[in-house]
């Protein structure tokens, strides 16, 4: 399977976001204003999770990983994309995005959308929805 990776200004490994595709763009628009850096969706490996390292956290469903980066990094952790500027400070937002050649627009907006919800409600959020609406408590359930 091959794969498409699009970042903010293109670059020689990657495409300008601003010559992708509509369904691109939407994908693109989503993780932006979620907060994401990066979102990776793979062709055939599923991971499910989430896990916090140094500089991002990450939240993984399905073919889907979403990586946002934590509000406070330790200088030594400050991660950088093409400028020497830290991505705190002014690299904020969406800076890469790698989709498999077969991807499933609206199955990748879905899970976007689930993790979102997830990782940014309260548990006694969650539970409020479960009881008045039926909403799972967990992505997985």
């Given at each position: 399977m091959s794969k498409?990776?699009?970042?903010?200004?293109g670059s020689e490994t990657t495409k300008s976001i601003?010559?992708?595709?509509?369904m691109i763009k939407a994908i693109w628009n989503q993780a932006h204003f979620?907060?994401?850096?990066i979102v990776r969706v793979r062709a055939e490996k599923n991971r499910f999770g989430?896990?916090?390292?140094?500089?991002?956290?990450?939240?993984h469903h399905g073919r889907v990983s979403?990586?946002?980066?934590?509000?406070?990094?330790?200088?030594?952790?400050?991660l950088y994309f093409a400028r020497k500027i830290p991505l705190t400070k002014v690299n904020k937002g969406m800076q890469i995005l790698e989709v498999a050649s077969s991807l499933d627009v609206q199955n990748t907006l879905d899970?976007?959308?689930?993790?979102?919800?997830?990782s940014e409600?309260?548990?006694?959020?969650?539970?409020?929805?479960?009881?008045?609406?039926g909403t799972p408590m967990s992505i997985t359930s």
């Open positions: 498409l990776i699009y970042s903010r200004n601003d010559n992708a595709s509509p979620f907060g994401a850096n989430n896990d916090t390292g140094r500089t991002f956290n990450s939240f979403v990586y946002k980066q934590k509000d406070k990094v330790h200088e030594n952790n400050a899970t976007i959308d689930a993790i979102q919800y997830y409600t309260s548990f006694l959020g969650r539970l409020w929805n479960r009881i008045r609406y």
